[in-house]
Antibody, heavy 120, light 107 residues
Framework: QITLKESGPTLVKPTQTLTLTCTFS??????????VAWIRQPPGKALEWLAL???????RYSPSLGSRLTISKDTSKDQVVLSMTNMDPVDTATYFC????????????WGQGTLVTVSS | DIQMTQSPSTLSASVGDRVTLTCRAS??????LAWYQQKPGRAPKLLIY???SLESGVPSRFSGSGSGTEFSLTISSLQPDDFATYYC?????????FGQGTKVEIK
């Protein structure tokens, strides 16, 4: 059974760096064809894909946020970490991580999400 | 980037109705489209992938169709559990993008 869970701060100040961790089980990022993505959703708004990392360390980022994002994996801990620099109130959102298969590229398993508020 | 436009933004319907939601891509994405259902406070749930393939465990009243730039999600007989917001997502190329969503509400 595949599960994912996001963790990190619920409140960050403007200009700070946000670091979120996705801890997963039921699959391994050592396995060929597997990936983990981050998606966010501002309150009352639509979903936005942010970043993706594959088993082979191939990484992809949303062009609109690319320079602010860094995604990494720790296969020994079954974790994926997303960092976002220079946080702004418009970055207030629920952040989800999700499982992706390279051959499929849709999100078949999701974490519950974590709400991050950016405020001074 | 390829933009995804969903219509309508809100759909009012009754239990038992047949409803069709539409998703349009600004250029062809072949069949690389997924549909998700999201309820308030919950993560999205995958319903359909590759435009028309039903995800395991999803009721057969859900169906997807289309290719190229025009896609639809049909619920053959709306059930109380189906009142939610539905999103399409393309995955033909990066950056992956979602539509703005269609909220299905009780009439």
């Amino acid at each position: 059974q595949i599960t994912l869970k996001e963790s990190g701060p619920t409140l960050v100040k403007p200009t700070q760096t946000l670091t979120l961790t996705c801890t997963f089980s039921g699959f391994s990022l050592n396995n060929s064809g597997v990936g983990v993505a981050w998606i966010r959703q501002p309150p009352g708004k639509a979903l936005e894909w942010l970043a993706l990392i594959y088993w082979n360390d191939n990484k992809r980022y949303s062009p609109s946020l690319g320079s602010r994002l860094t995604i990494s994996k720790d296969t020994s801990k079954d974790q994926v970490v997303l960092s976002m620099t220079n946080m702004d109130p418009v970055d207030t959102a629920t952040y989800f991580c999700a499982h992706v298969q390279a051959v499929a590229a849709y999100f078949d398993y999701w974490g519950q999400g974590t709400l991050v508020t950016v405020s001074s | 980037d390829i933009q995804m436009t969903q219509s309508p933004s809100t759909l009012s319907a009754s239990v038992g109705d047949r409803v069709t939601l539409t998703c349009r891509a600004s250029q062809s994405i072949s069949s690389w489209l997924a549909w998700y259902q999201q309820k308030p406070g919950r993560a999205p749930k995958l319903l359909i992938y590759k435009a028309s393939s039903l995800e395991s465990g999803v009721p057969s009243r859900f169906s997807g169709s289309g290719s190229g730039t025009e896609f639809s999600l049909t619920i053959s007989s709306l059930q109380p559990d189906d009142f939610a917001t539905y999103y399409c997502q393309r995955y033909n190329s990066y950056p992956w993008t979602f539509g703005q969503g269609t909220k299905v509400e009780i009439k």
